[in-house]
């Protein structure tokens, strides 16, 4: 199914796109790979930040990062549908997540992923989707329904160079390690 936005027609995904995501994620806890498939050299969570513009800078940092190790290739953003947040396209089949959560799927790129979503949702996670991969798979962002944080699994020099951003509140973590950063409360 194609769909146009700002001119340009994009590509939703399907099941068969995060399937991937459904088979390999472990069952609800507090490890990161309730969030992220444990197929990664490296994991880590970001706190995501209080204020709009804490928020809006963090994801253009996030996103920089991202685009700069990623070869150029299409991205799959992913936005959960909570019945409040913005799901940029919200007449569009959706796929079922982690506890069989909603999301619409998109396949676009990283100046769609800090740019589409808007800051007002309940959750005030910034315009950064809810999920997003390239279409290599060769990293995961994924903030589940109610966490202040995301969980991100990928190469180790990826995950180095976000431990290394001073504006960033990033740790590494252990698959099997509880992902909870300290001083959060997993829901």
């Known amino acids: ?30 490890s990161i790979t309730v969030a992220i498939p444990e197929q990664f050299a490296a994991y880590a969570t970001i706190v995501v930040p209080r204020g709009e513009t804490a928020r809006s800078t963090q ?18 953003l992913g936005y959960l549908d909570t019945g409040d947040e913005d799901v940029v396209f919200p007449d569009v ?3 079922k997540l982690y506890a069989g959560w909603s999301y619409v799927v998109v396949e676009a790129g990283p100046q769609q ?4 979503r808007s800051e007002n949702g309940w959750f005030e996670r910034g315009p ?3 999920i997003v991969f390239p279409a290599d798979r ?6 589940l329904w109610d966490d202040d944080w995301r969980c991100f699994g990928g190469p180790g020099e ?4 976000l431990l290394r951003e001073p504006s960033l509140v990033a740790r590494a973590v252990l ?11 997993a829901r």
């Not at 769909?3 to 806890?29: C, F, H, S, Y």
């Not at 060769?138 to 903030?143: A, C, G, K, R, Y």
């Not at 990826?158 to 160079?161: D, I, L, P, S």
């Not at 099997?176 to 959060?184: L, V």
């Open 1 to 30: 199914m194609l769909r146009e936005k700002g001119g340009r027609t994009w590509r939703i995904g399907t099941a068969a796109d995060v399937a991937w995501i459904v088979q390999k994620t472990a069952p609800p806890g507090l």
């Open 59 to 76: 994801a253009q940092v996030v996103m920089d990062i991202l685009s700069r190790n990623t070869a150029g290739q299409p991205w799959w």
């Open 93 to 95: 089949p959706q796929v």
């Open 113 to 116: 992923a800090s740019t589409w």
């Open 128 to 130: 950064v989707p809810d």
């Open 138 to 143: 060769s990293w995961l962002l994924s903030t």
């Open 158 to 161: 990826v995950v180095a160079e």
């Open 175 to 185: 698959p099997g390690e509880d992902a909870t950063p300290p001083g959060h409360v």
